[in-house]
């Protein structure tokens, strides 16, 4: 009987490590996930900056844009040129 409860110990306790282990992780790799997606965001922000002076204007940099570019891609970039169109 007392391996039995040293085998269900340890059991118990790797369970416990592996469930801190998945709460430490969650946030750090959301955290990564936005800084990528922020850093496409803002290739795809300069990318349409690029074609949009050709028509006279350009699209703001600034957190918010980023955010949008990165999260909605290729559809973010064209809802800030509608916004950016209807603003003028």
Same mark, same amino acid.
């Given at each position: 009987?007392?391996?039995?409860?040293?085998?269900?110990?340890?059991?118990?306790?790797? +369970?416990?490590?592996?469930?801190?282990?998945?709460?430490?992780?969650?946030? +750090?790799?959301?955290?990564?996930?936005?800084?990528?997606?922020?850093?496409?965001?803002?290739?795809?922000?300069?990318?349409?900056?690029?074609?949009?002076?050709?028509?006279?204007?350009?699209?703001?940099?600034?957190?918010?844009?980023?955010?949008?570019?990165?999260?909605?891609?290729?559809?973010?970039?064209?809802?800030? +040129?509608?916004?950016?169109?209807?603003?003028?």
């Amino acid at each position: 009987m007392g391996t039995t409860n040293i085998i269900i110990a340890g059991l118990f306790l790797l +369970v416990i490590i592996f469930i801190m282990a998945q709460l430490i992780m969650k946030p +750090v790799k959301l955290l990564w996930k936005l800084i990528i997606n922020s850093a496409i965001g803002l290739i795809l922000l300069l990318m349409a900056n690029y074609g949009a002076a050709y028509f006279g204007f350009a699209l703001p940099i600034n957190i918010i844009t980023v955010l949008v570019a990165g999260f909605l891609g290729i559809p973010g970039i064209l809802l800030l +040129v509608c916004f950016q169109l209807l603003l003028k």
